[in-house]
Nanobody, 128 residues
Framework: QVQLVESGGGLVQAGGSLRLSCAAS????????MGWFRQTPGKEREFVAS????????YYAEPVKGRFTISRDNARNTVYLQMNSLKPEDTAAYYC?????????????????????WGQGTHVTVSS
């Protein structure tokens, strides 16, 4: 029902910025909750940020608060993750995800099992 393709990853210096994009296709995009997760080899996926389908509510993991911004442009079927002041510990594969079901609150949004569709991931490497 929904296909997601991430782009925008790459190699940046510490303190630099990247903007990740997630292009969505499918008839239900406008009704989805969208999230960004990241994963380092040997570790579980961790929540990064999420946004409601209206774009009115956002949630962020504590390590990225004040540095990352999630946004969406439903007219372009795209979700973004603007990453500023990048740190080496931000190095990971970043995945966007879509939840077709309705959910409320931080706990729901940061639970990866609540998301129905996942992109292929885009790698971000932050050098010292």
């Amino acid at each position: 029902q929904v296909q997601l393709v991430e782009s925008g990853g790459g190699l940046v210096q510490a303190g630099g910025s990247l903007r990740l994009s997630c292009a969505a296709s499918g008839r239900t995009f406008g009704e989805t909750i969208m999230g960004w997760f990241r994963q380092t080899p040997g570790k579980e996926r961790e929540f990064v940020a999420s946004i409601t389908w209206t774009g009115l509510d956002t949630y962020y993991a504590e390590p990225v608060k004040g540095r990352f911004t999630i946004s969406r442009d439903n007219a372009r079927n795209t979700v973004y993750l603007q990453m500023n002041s990048l740190k080496p510990e931000d190095t990971a594969a970043y995945y966007c995800a879509a939840a077709l079901k309705r959910g409320y609150g931080r706990l729901w949004h940061q639970t990866d099992a609540n998301y129905d569709y996942w992109g292929q991931g885009t790698h971000v490497t932050v050098s010292s």
